[in-house]
T-cell receptor
Framework: DGGITQSPKYLFRKEGQNVTLSCEQNLNHDAMYWYRQDPGQGLRLIYYSQIVNDFQKGDIAEGYSVSREKKESFPLTVTSAQKNPTAFYLC????????????FGEGSWLTVV | AQSVTQLDSQVPVFEEAPVELRCNYSSSVSVYLFWYVQYPNQGLQLLLKYLSGSTLVESINGFEAEFNKSQTSFHLRKPSVHISDTAEYFCAVRPIQGAQKLVFGQGTRLTINP
């Protein structure tokens, strides 16, 4: 089936450790996105990529890093510099531009203890 | 820049009652408008969207939203809700030109009581 796969679903890490969240899509979409969701704050954009080997910072990029070496993959690394990393992280993708729907994965829960 | 305000963080209603979830936006450029639904511990699913044409758009499960340009609103309505509609609903906008990224409201938690 076509879709967006995020892994792992649940992840626990110790404070100070980097962690990488995986996002893979087989929809042949050009654009991919990472959002962070916190209760009562909606979703906030971390990074997005409109084409392979290119990505841009979103509204809350500090403490995160991404890569886009392949069209189908857009991993997110939460670094130790991220002050409040515990959150629900959502990966998304779209065909490209101009009103095309953005589709979301099932999300990954990251808890830092 | 764009911003989205969902005027109610929580809306409790009884089953089979009508409901309206309010959404206002601010943008210096023209935008597309979306409503997404999120069931517990899941990702977001597109409910409906306005791109152009008729200002009233409908979803397959009975929701509808009307784009009002003069009031910069995109309220979501359903004439009769079901228990299965219990979820969080997000309004979002995306500029027609420029960077193609969604800006979300804070979400409205819809709770249906029997």
């Amino acid at each position: 089936d076509g879709g967006i796969t995020q892994s792992p679903k649940y992840l626990f890490r110790k404070e100070g450790q980097n962690v990488t969240l995986s996002c893979e899509q087989n929809l042949n979409h050009d654009a991919m996105y990472w959002y962070r969701q916190d209760p009562g704050q909606g979703l906030r954009l971390i990074y997005y990529s409109q084409i392979v080997n290119d990505f841009q910072k979103g509204d809350i990029a500090e403490g995160y890093s991404v890569s886009r070496e392949k069209k189908e993959s857009f991993p997110l690394t939460v670094t130790s510099a991220q002050k409040n990393p515990t959150a629900f992280y959502l990966c998304a993708s779209s065909i490209g531009t101009h009103g095309n729907t953005i589709y979301f994965g099932e999300g990954s829960w990251l808890t830092v203890v | 820049a764009q911003s989205v305000t969902q005027l109610d963080s929580q809306v409790p209603v009884f089953e089979e009652a009508p409901v309206e979830l309010r959404c206002n936006y601010s943008s210096s450029v023209s935008v597309y408008l979306f409503w997404y639904v999120q069931y517990p511990n899941q990702g977001l699913q597109l409910l409906l969207k306005y791109l152009s044409g008729s200002t009233l758009v409908e979803s397959i499960n009975g929701f509808e939203a009307e784009f009002n340009k003069s009031q910069t609103s995109f309220h979501l309505r359903k004439p009769s809700v079901h228990i299965s509609d219990t979820a969080e609903y997000f309004c979002a906008v995306r500029p027609i030109q420029g960077a193609q990224k969604l800006v979300f409201g804070q979400g409205t938690r819809l709770t249906i009581n029997p």
